[in-house]
């Protein structure tokens, strides 16, 4: 009776493990969320501001929060072609800032940046944009070895004042330095912006575990976007 029992309890122990994974294979969804920065407040209230949207599920109307959106900035091409932020619309962009002397630090978040496209090679909704005073030959020579696609990686051209100020008021690098310095200083980190304009993630260059981590994000969003 009790060799029985133990034979019961010991079938119930390995089956229900296997019942419960295999029912959640099938019949579950994994749900992941990824943080929007900068979410918007009344200037009279200080409350954080909300708008009036279509249920994803597309049953009635929810408050979502609003946040801050990349306003549009121009610039030109590499090309002397003028373009403005607007054709972003529909893209997820990865954003960096170059500076006119470029060191190995620099060449560095250059040389991770040219991995991406390969990485998300059918994903074309998903560009890199790198911001520069001028022409950037290394960057092309990274284009040329790694046989990027065209409108894969955009360097988009303006002038020196407004590279730091695109960079600082635009995508809001001086938020995410240590004190909020006043003196602006060139980072390596790399901006994750969404179809809508908002800015998703701030991301060493550097250093691998941040790469890791943007590239999941990146896969995140797509994933997201895939299930509206």
Not at 94 to 102: K, L, T
Not at 192 to 218: C, F, N, S, T
Request: charged share 25%; proline share 4%.
């Amino acid at each position: 009776m009790q060799r029985t029992i133990k034979a019961g309890i010991l079938l119930l122990v390995l089956v229900v493990p296997a019942f419960v994974f295999i029912f959640l294979k099938v019949f579950g969804e994994n749900h992941f969320t990824l943080k929007t920065y900068y979410p918007l407040t009344d200037s009279l209230t200080g409350q954080v501001r909300t708008e009036s949207r279509p249920a994803i599920t597309g049953s009635g109307m929810v408050q979502d929060t609003v946040f801050y959106t990349v306003p549009s900035v121009k610039a030109v091409t590499e090309g002397n072609r003028p373009v403005n932020s607007a054709i972003l619309n529909d893209k997820i962009s990865i954003v960096s800032f170059f500076e006119d002397n470029c060191d190995s630090v620099c060449r560095q978040r250059a040389f991770q940046l040219s991995r991406l496209p390969d990485l998300f090679r059918d994903q074309k909704e998903v560009i890199i944009l790198s911001f520069a005073s001028r022409p950037q030959s290394f960057i092309h020579q990274l284009k040329t070895d790694n046989a990027i696609a065209p409108g894969r990686w955009e360097t988009w051209l303006v002038k020196p004042d407004e590279l730091s100020a695109i960079a600082t008021n635009a995508y809001r690098l001086k938020d995410q330095q240590p004190g909020n310095s006043e003196t602006f200083q060139f980072t390596d980190q790399l901006i994750l912006v969404d179809k809508a304009g908002h800015i998703r993630g701030y991301y060493g260059a550097l250093d691998k575990k941040e790469m890791e981590r943007l590239i999941l994000e990146i896969r995140v969003l797509l994933d997201v976007y895939a299930k509206q």
